[in-house]
């Protein structure tokens, strides 16, 4: 292309939009599978730019993720017959593929198989998904909707760039509606497991294929060791077979199993021990545990063995705590040097972590991304259900004083188990709770 006021990337990128707002303005116009072959041979096929295939995928991408019920710029059930083509035949490179295009046939899997009913896709939730500090706040602003301009320069390129990042950024969350033998293009994900060469994107393709199987609804949770034994079968059928004696499918194989394993053991080992774990343990010095969880149990002073496994360690501590394992996060060290000790390591012993005794640990409370449905707070005859009376109750005796007043010195420390920061005493938050429930004004509720 000849030099002009423009960049190349720029050209082409204004190009693509352009195709991209035709069929995005026709309520009976999308893109079919021929004309997009003609984009693909002019930026994959015959380009003599390395960057024109990474622009084609990301657009493909942002194409599906604009359609709409009444506009759809790219037919699926054809973008879907086109790539498998491409794939099979060898002609999409998948051993070096981009990070961009697996997120575009990741977005397209998620997406058949919600069209198909096979999976259902889940909200992302606003707070980052694991975090052991307290969230803060940020002013965002939605996505919306423009007409098209020509070389469209300034403040509009800059949120068209942040947009795209944002989405490519993005790990799309679902569940599972039936089993993953009833998924459509699994075949797809096994073979860029299997062949995909870039480090950082064959790690991500094996953890989604993972999650493909293993992000079951509360209804298939009862087959969740049969689908464990369908995705073992098949991974030891591979290395079995003649594909299975080439070195880079081995290894592959084995780093699905590896990951399966740690996936596993997340939330917990279900009291399976390493082998190491087995063999008699030697007690340890004691560990010393700064409690940042809760205000329940204080600093904790723990006994372990050489072969006492890290779940078991995060139970006891967790029981102590008044907490579920899978809130509590465990780190060693203190302050500002805290190295977190991974859910994934939760099947090895103490020796194996390299722990020796006399260390100090650091337990704080994680906010987990969970979707949890909301339960009633009261019955029929607006009284506190059995549940939230007793969650109530705790609360009121874990932050009323030694002569069982709710004061508000109370109030202050619940806010502060709440939110992280000691409030004034005359907190807006304090003063209108007393205003409306302490009734003689003698300062307890």
Known sequence: MGEGPYSHHEEIDERLQFVKFVAQMSNDYCISKKELGVIYDLLVTKSCYESDEQEFLTWC?????????????????????????????????????????????????????????????????????????????SSTTGRGTGGYSWNNTGTASASKANEKASQLDSTPSFKLQRLPTELKEVDMLWTLVLECERPEVASRVIDFLIKAHLSLSEELTSSRLSVLHVLIDRCMGILKSEQGKEPSVSVRVIAILTNLVHETEVKGTCDVLPHGALLRGEPLGHLTV???????????????????????????????????????????????????????????????????????????????DENVPNAPLTDSDGELTPGARRIFACWFDMFCDTAGDFTKESAARFIQGCCGDPPALNDNRISGLFQTYDGDGDGKI
């Open 61 to 137: 991408k942002s194409s599906c993720e604009s359609q709409t019920a009444k506009a759809a710029i790219l037919d699926l059930g054809e973008v879907g017959e086109f790539f498998t083509e491409k794939i099979a035949s060898k002609e999409l490179d998948v051993r070096n593929l981009a990070p961009v295009g697996f997120e575009f046939l990741q977005f397209y899997f998620i997406s058949l198989n919600e069209r198909e009913g096979t999976l259902q896709r889940q909200e992302p939730a606003q707070q980052s998904q694991k975090t052991a500090t307290y969230p803060g706040y």
């Open 290 to 368: 700064k409690n940042r969880a809760t205000p329940i149990g204080g600093d904790l002073v723990v006994q372990v063995y050489s072969n006492t496994a890290l779940w078991d360690l995060k139970r006891e501590v967790a029981k102590a705590l008044d907490l579920g394992p899978r809130y509590l996060q465990l780190s060693l060290g203190t302050g500002s040097s805290l190295s977190e000790l991974r859910d994934v390591d939760n099947g090895k012993a103490m020796k194996a972590l390299g722990l020796v005794g006399g260390e100090t640990l650091t337990a704080q409370k994680l906010s987990l």
